[in-house]
């Protein structure tokens, strides 16, 4: 539940060097304000990234609430600023302003080229973006029920890419006011979406909303490139990088967000090169922003739904009813774990509720009661895993018999190490603050005190939208390299059509693998544009 701007504590005010504020007043323009003067308010197109010099601006949300204020050698802006996407603050000026204003695209260049001045504003950005999100009132207001599948998938699209919003209910007893708001209004009505600046859609597609909020480009009836990467996940992002850094046309698209899922981890702790680790928002944030500086397109939300294959460019089309002609493909959409239909499942995954169980999770755990949530082989491991830590561990699943899903082996350990096995248990309700929680209930009424869940419902591949134009596995996961007879490592059975990361069968799961994949898949790219040429 976000809270009142008054309570969140906002990111410590950031310092620019005199020489960062140079360099950024070389590029920018010097102006003045005075007290009372709003430089930039909610709804709002565009801003510019302004570093003050001196005085004092306070950031306030659409009702007038302060959030923060910013004083001398200081900056205001937030992810906004970089994407694109409409005001959702209001700035206003509370000391006489000095300061420099940066046009967004002569800042994008900037940040290119200045790795500490880029590191600075980013994770500022980020931490700020974090913040609003926990502020209620701020961002876009999403009003629809629960059992409206457009109102549970414009949610989607809010969290996934990171947006400030507010979910109001009209079947929650205690908003009758936001059951006013859709009185009347027929299912393709829902939801009903509020924009900053008040403008209001009724039913939009997440397109037409991201378009609305000035998020991500458009893309033209057809368009024609070298490669286009289907996903913006570690591995789409991985081949967007290396395929436009090596000269390639590239097209990414992707029907949520940037980022894939890798963007909702709270921290990844494996990645190369991070040994405190590193958020998801900020490793994909990056990820995107050096696409970017080679010249990759990236599009969202468009999603793929077919694929056409063709002599010299196979043709993909998306759900807009685009199509995109490409010389080469690479397939990077991913897979999705299967997630708990509970509410609220997301204020909770990545603090308390989880899709791995290794030596991290293990250790948060010791002591804590934890509930493992499936019955096949890979929750059998986990539990024996979180029990042997310290934690103490309940199974759930749904079945009359775990026999029947697991393997006796595992029923086995689960008995040696003191694993508590529930059958016909299904979780209904979560419960807890903050991202902690403190309690599931069932569906059969029963509530069960539990600080951690680990969910094992499998994972599902993202390729339905393929029938059988590239062969795949008896789960659906894309075959490429020899067991697709084809002539290279990661193509599939369509020669110029390539599969990277999660979405590909036999992968391994993991962020450093998918980017891995989505480079490697480029240099097979060339490899096979060349041979074509020839
Ligand atoms: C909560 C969580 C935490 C994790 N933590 C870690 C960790 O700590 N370390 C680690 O190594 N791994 C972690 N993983 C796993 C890791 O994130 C994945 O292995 C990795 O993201 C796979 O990358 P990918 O690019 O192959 O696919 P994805 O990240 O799944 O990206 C696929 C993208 O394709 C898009 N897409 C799907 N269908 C279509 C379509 N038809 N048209 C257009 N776009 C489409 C999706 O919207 C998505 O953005 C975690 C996963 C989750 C869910």
Not at 391 to 411: F, K, N
Request: proline share 5%.
């Amino acid at each position: 539940m976000p809270e009142p701007a008054s309570q969140v504590a906002p990111p410590a005010s950031p310092t620019l060097s005199a020489s960062q504020l140079a360099t950024l007043a070389e590029i920018g323009e010097e102006r003045v304000a005075d007290v009372g003067e709003v430089l930039y308010r909610v709804g709002d197109r565009s801003y510019p990234f302004i570093a003050i010099i001196a005085g004092e601006v306070a950031i306030r949300d659409a009702a007038g609430n302060e959030i923060v204020r910013h004083g001398a050698a200081s900056f205001i802006g937030e992810l906004n600023l970089l994407s694109g996407q409409t005001v959702f603050v209001t700035a206003i000026v509370t000391e006489r302003l000095r300061y420099v204003a940066v046009e967004r695209d002569v800042l994008r260049a900037l940040l290119f080229e200045d790795g500490p001045l880029s590191d600075l504003v980013l994770s500022v950005f980020i931490a700020r973006r974090e913040a609003l999100q926990r502020v209620q009132g701020v961002g876009i207001e999403i009003v629809g029920p629960r059992s409206s599948p457009a109102t549970m998938q414009m949610l989607e699209y809010a969290r996934g890419n990171r947006l400030p919003f507010a979910w109001r209910d009209p079947e929650r007893a205690d908003d009758t006011a936001a059951a006013a708001l859709v009185a009347g209004l027929d299912a393709t009505s829902l939801p009903l979406v509020r924009l900053p600046g008040g403008v209001e859609l009724h039913g939009p597609s997440t397109g037409e909303v991201s378009r609305a909020l000035g998020i991500g480009r458009e893309l033209a009836p057809r368009e024609e490139v070298d490669l286009l990467v289907v996903g913006a996940g570690p591995a789409g992002l991985g081949a967007a990088v290396y395929g436009a850094s090596e000269g390639l046309d590239t097209l990414v698209i992707d029907s949520t967000a940037l980022g894939g899922q890798a963007g909702s981890s709270r921290r990844i702790e494996n990645y190369l090169g991070f040994p405190a680790g590193i958020t998801g928002t900020e490793l994909t944030t990056r990820a995107v922003t050096q696409a970017r500086k080679f010249g990759a397109r990236l599009a969202t939300p468009y999603r793929a739904v077919s694929l056409t294959p063709g002599d010299a460019r196979h043709v993909v089309r998306l759900e807009e009813g685009n199509e995109v002609a490409a010389r080469a493909v690479v397939l990077a959409s991913g897979a999705q774990y299967r997630r708990l239909p509970v509410e609220a499942l997301a204020d909770y995954e990545g603090t308390s509720i989880f899709y791995a169980a290794g030596p991290p999770e293990a250790q948060l755990c010791g002591a804590e009661r934890v509930g493992v949530v499936g019955g096949g082989n890979s929750a059998g491991q986990a539990a024996v895993w979180l029990a042997r830590g310290g934690a103490l561990v309940t199974l759930l699943h749904r079945r009359a018999d775990l026999r029947e899903t697991m393997s006796d082996y595992l029923v086995r350990e689960l008995e040696r190490y003191g694993v508590a096995v529930r059958d016909r248990s299904e979780i209904g309700a979560l419960h807890g603050a903050d991202g902690r929680l403190d309690a599931v209930t069932l569906r059969s009424g029963e509530r069960l005190h539990l600080s951690f869940l680990f969910l094992f419902l499998g994972a599902l591949p993202c390729t339905d939208w393929l029938d059988d134009t590239v062969g795949r596995d008896d789960h659906g996961f894309v075959l490429t390299g020899p067991p697709a007879g084809a002539e290279r490592l990661l193509e599939t059975t369509l020669p110029g059509v390539f599969a990277a990361g999660d979405v590909r069968s036999d992968s391994t799961k993991r962020c450093a693998t998918a980017v891995g994949e989505g480079a490697m898949a480029v240099q097979l790219v060339h490899a096979r544009l060349a041979a074509a040429a020839r």
